[in-house]
């Protein structure tokens, strides 16, 4: 049974779509919910599109095991597509896999049957409140791209960002401006043009924005350093994905996305090596890891100078561009 109509007539409530091809879950789900939410209820994956495609839905509970398709095809289809919504997976067939891949396509949560009504809209009535957050996050970024457009102004966009972005995350926006300063100390030494300089502080300053975008996400029997490790690898794309067709330069955009690129080929999002990375990029990811070491960023606490120069020299072809490292470590004080 399907309902392609709103459950409810409360217009200025959130709309939620649920996938469910059992009768007896989607039937709970849509008693728990009536009362709070404008819902559609489906139970194949062809109608549920139908319903995305041509009704502004904020957020989708999504069932891994449906009739037509399996949850995790339609996912992709979604994200193919860039139609931004939450979606939240409420399976009984859940493994670490299926769990680790849906993260990978950037759900908010992930839960299995039988579930608990109090958790699940708990869980339910975070994601639309950080969808809301990360909505306000967008207009501002919009507002930032625009001041670079008028006016190409590094110092006055990076004010702007401070002031909107600080109270949310006040800690990564410190390590923004850290960052940020590291990568000017190096690009005032390369010899690059001031445009490029500027591009390059400017990206340093945005790389991590992508961390404010993700969402807790649960995953099924998977431990803390586990789900780190994994939400860590979304952010680059997450943050590129914020900032995608606002007037920022282009070195910004390689920046957000290829920060967490490694020299030797292994790191991520797209295991670039060598000088397959951009060199912004791989200033940023210099100047991160500087950071990262000298603040204790890396949970080891912090250490001093000298042994931060001697990680980078050492990491000096693996991690980090050779030639860079050995030259900062002789620029920083």
Not at 78 to 103: C, F, H, M, N, P
Request: proline share 5%.
């Amino acid at each position: 049974m399907i309902s392609l109509a709103p459950s409810s007539s409360m217009s200025n409530q959130p709309s939620i779509l649920i996938v469910e091809d059992e009768a007896g879950p989607r039937e709970a789900l849509r008693t728990v919910l009536s009362p709070y939410y404008n819902l559609f209820t489906v139970d194949r994956a062809e109608v549920a599109l139908q319903i995305l495609d041509q009704q502004p839905i904020d957020l989708v509970t999504l069932d891994l095991k449906l009739p037509d398709q399996q949850g995790l095809d339609l996912l992709s289809e979604l994200r193919r597509k860039g139609i931004e919504v939450e979606v939240i997976i409420i399976t009984g067939y859940g493994t670490l896999q299926s769990a680790i891949d849906a993260i990978r396509h950037g759900i908010s949560a992930y839960i299995l049957k039988p579930f608990n009504i109090a958790e699940l809209l708990e869980v339910i009535n975070r994601t639309l409140e950080r969808r809301r957050q990360l909505r306000s996050l967008q207009e501002a970024l919009q507002a930032f791209g625009k001041l670079w457009m008028d006016h190409s102004d590094t110092k006055a966009t990076i004010q702007h960002i401070e002031t909107i972005l600080g109270a949310k995350n006040p800690e990564l926006i410190q390590h923004a401006g850290r960052v940020s300063f590291y990568a000017s100390l190096l690009t005032e030494h390369l010899g690059l043009s001031s445009a490029e300089c500027e591009a390059i502080q400017l990206g340093a300053y945005l790389h991590d924005i992508g961390q404010i975008g993700i969402q807790e996400r649960l995953m099924l029997n998977a431990s803390r350093s586990q789900q780190e490790q994994e939400l860590k690898k979304c952010h680059p794309v997450i943050g590129e994905r914020m900032l995608s067709g606002l007037s920022f330069p282009t070195p910004v955009y390689r920046i957000l996305r290829h920060h967490h690129e490694r020299f030797d080929g292994t790191g991520f999002p797209d295991g670039l090596s060598g000088d397959r990375i951009p060199l912004a990029a791989r200033i940023v990811t210099l100047a991160d890891v500087f950071d990262n070491l000298v603040t204790g960023r890396t949970g080891l606490g912090p250490i001093p100078i000298p042994e931060a120069r001697e990680y980078l020299r050492r990491e000096a072809g693996t991690s980090l561009d050779p030639e860079l490292a050995d030259f900062f470590a002789k620029v920083v004080w």
